[in-house]
């Protein structure tokens, strides 16, 4: 979806990653969502300061992406922990 302005894409990238629904966010889930390919999705959330790269990933591997006002660092380390011991330990 090229021919949207870079301004509405951001917008729109943003929103749905602001969405209460969820708390982190996959590049094709919010493409899906928003209905931008996912190089424009990829481009936003890997250049906005208001966006927080997870360390953790999905069960598939895929990256996690979440707004920084509903997730802090500390929050973010703590899921990725927790992930860690569940895929190392079981639970």
């Given at each position: 979806m090229k021919n949207r302005p870079p301004h509405i894409i951001e917008q729109q990238?943003?929103?749905?990653?602001?969405?209460?629904?969820?708390?982190?966010?996959?590049?094709?889930?919010?493409?899906?969502?928003?209905?931008?390919?996912?190089?424009?999705?990829?481009?936003?959330?890997?250049?906005?300061?208001?966006?927080?790269?997870?360390f953790a990933r999905e069960k598939n591997g895929k990256q996690l992406f979440a707004a920084k006002a509903k997730v802090s660092i500390g929050e973010d380390l703590w899921v990725a922990f927790k992930a860690v011991n569940a895929a190392k330990f079981g639970g």
């Open positions: 990238v943003l929103r749905a990653l602001e969405s209460p629904r969820f708390k982190y966010r996959t590049v094709s889930g919010i493409a899906k969502e928003t209905k931008l390919d996912e190089e424009s999705v990829r481009e936003v959330l890997q250049s906005n300061p208001a966006v927080r790269r997870s």
